[in-house]
């Protein structure tokens, strides 16, 4: 099944756009899991049972656990398994992109050996550099193109005729052969958001930056379309209730979702 038949199906089940990052942190897990032989999978779980009503996706941050060497590594695969044990769809959030042979060795990595649904990828490099990870045609894509960082204004704004994000997302809508590929706005950038949009109506757009960022969640929902995908990672993942909490935001979401 193609990643974005999963995420419509998740989103109709669920009846939701949110997206859970389980960006893990020994240093903020609760002590009750550091006696554990595996407190970051252990940690993972009881996330994705307490949430996995509320979420359409979880992103995994391959950094969290690259950190953590092999022990990490572990841990991530068997937190994508635990994550498609309960049916939802995995975008493991990676921003990979180099030439051609190094993309196509990520790629493979991350379909094949950490078996993620989906993934993030930096188009910086140009077609050659991501299109391996869009031939992965059922998998999805989604490339960076106006991100929520305080750094963004350094590059991505700028161009000589129109602004490099907008550029990104014309030539995203030219590769997308496959229908495979999304892109990426922060939820701090509501009135460039719903310009990209406009651009790529039908494809679904990953907004990071709702909740310990600050991002604009109305806007984010009303101007990031039927595919939006509203990540949430540490105002979920450290919350005193992390049901409640995705229960939470989920109905807000779904308070300003235009159906």
């Known amino acids: 099944m193609k990643f974005v038949e999963q995420l419509d199906r998740a989103v109709e089940k669920n009846n939701s756009l949110l997206c859970v990052g389980l960006d893990v942190d020994l240093s903020r897990i609760p002590p ?27 992103k995994p941050n391959i950094a969290f656990y690259e950190m953590y060497g092999v022990y990490g590594i572990s841990s991530l695969i068997k937190t994508i398994d635990h994550i498609h044990s309960v049916g939802l ?29 989906a993934t993030t990828v930096n188009p910086y490099m140009g077609h050659d550099s991501v299109r391996p990870f869009i031939d992965y045609y059922e998998k999805g894509i989604f490339i960076l193109c106006l991100t929520s960082n305080v750094g963004f204004k350094d590059f991505q704004i700028a161009g000589a005729e129109e602004p490099l994000y907008k550029s990104v997302a014309k030539h995203v809508k030219e590769w997308n052969h496959y229908g495979n590929c999304g892109l990426v706005v922060g939820a701090t950038k509501p009135e460039e958001l719903k310009e990209i949009h406009e651009l790529v109506p039908d494809m679904p757009i990953l907004i ?31 919350a005193a209730d992390p049901h409640a909490e995705a229960k939470k935001l989920r109905a807000e979401i779904n308070k300003y979702r235009v159906k």
């Open 208 to 238: 990071p930056g709702v909740g310990a960022q600050g991002g604009d969640l109305e806007s984010s929902v009303k101007y990031g379309g039927k595919r939006a995908v509203i990540n949430a990672s540490r105002s979920i993942l450290y």
């Open 89 to 117: 769809p995995v975008i493991l959030d990676a921003k990979r992109g180099d030439v051609g042979h190094s993309s196509n060795a990520y790629a493979k990595a991350i379909f094949e050996v950490f078996k993620a649904d």
């Open 32 to 58: 009750q899991f550091l006696n554990s032989e595996d407190p970051i999978f252990l940690f993972n779980r009881e996330i994705i049972e307490a949430t996995k009503d509320y979420v359409c996706a979880f």
